[in-house]
């Protein structure tokens, strides 16, 4: 069946330097990929997605490209903020399937 | 546009009380509506989803039920409450079955059963 694994956190970085996060899915057909962040005490808000290979998704300086040949939606930035801190969340959604399916969410935590 | 609102934000509940969460969504017909629980420091667990009025499908075996009495009204319920039923609730929607429709999630219920 589908899958998504995300890298463990929690990632502690200082501010400025580039940040990646690693997300890897198991998947049959042609799935679209999402990352979703987590700020403290709110719900979950759609960072970027790609809906198909070689796709490049990007918002609020934040990058995912979509590598079937890897099977891979790592998220990157290239100098994090502070605000930045939260909780990030890679998901799949199959062509005919209702729901997401998650990782389990990386903590990133930005020091100034 | 399209919103979504969750009621209560907090909720202190006793072991063996009943609850009753609420998702209502404006601004779209016949979404996919979806309950998920998220654990302190966990990730999500999809608990229910919904593609229609009545039409409750669940993904886990607990005491919690769903149901939708309208096409756009979400109501998780729980006739006992456990301790392990605390945790922060997430309602979603979703427009459709494409792929590449994304999940829109509302701000959450925190759940503490005492």
């Known amino acids: 069946g589908n899958s998504v694994t995300q890298m463990e956190g929690p990632v502690t970085l200082s501010e400025e330097a580039f940040l990646t996060i690693n997300c890897t899915y198991t998947a049959t057909g042609y799935p679209s990929l999402f990352w979703y962040v987590q700020y403290p005490g709110e719900g979950l808000q759609l960072l970027l997605k790609a809906t198909k290979a070689d796709d490049k998704g990007s918002n609020k300086g934040f990058e995912a490209t979509y590598r079937k040949e890897t099977t891979s939606f790592h998220l990157e930035k290239g100098s994090v903020q502070v605000s930045d801190s939260a909780v990030y969340f890679c998901?799949?959604?199959?062509?005919?399937?209702?729901?997401?399916?998650w990782g389990a969410g990386t903590k990133l935590i930005i020091k100034p | 546009s399209q919103t979504i609102h969750q009621w209560p934000a907090t909720l202190v509940q006793p072991v063996g009380s009943p609850l009753s969460l609420e998702c209502t969504v404006e601004?779209?017909?016949?979404?996919?509506l979806y309950w998920y629980r998220q654990a302190a420091g966990r990730g999500l667990q999809l608990l229910f989803y919904?593609?229609?009025?009545?039409?409750i499908s669940s993904e886990v075996p607990q005491n919690l039920s769903a149901s939708r009495p309208q096409d756009r009204q979400f109501i998780l319920s729980s006739k006992k409450l456990l301790l392990s039923d605390s945790g922060f609730y997430l309602c979603?929607?979703?427009?459709?079955?494409?792929?590449?429709?994304?999940?829109?999630f509302g701000p959450g219920t925190r759940l503490t059963v005492l």
């Open positions: 998901a799949l959604r199959g062509d005919s399937n209702y729901q997401l399916i």
């Open positions: 601004g779209t017909s016949n979404p996919n």
């Open positions: 919904s593609v229609g009025i009545g039409q």
């Open positions: 979603a929607w979703t427009r459709g079955l494409a792929g590449y429709n994304e999940q829109f």
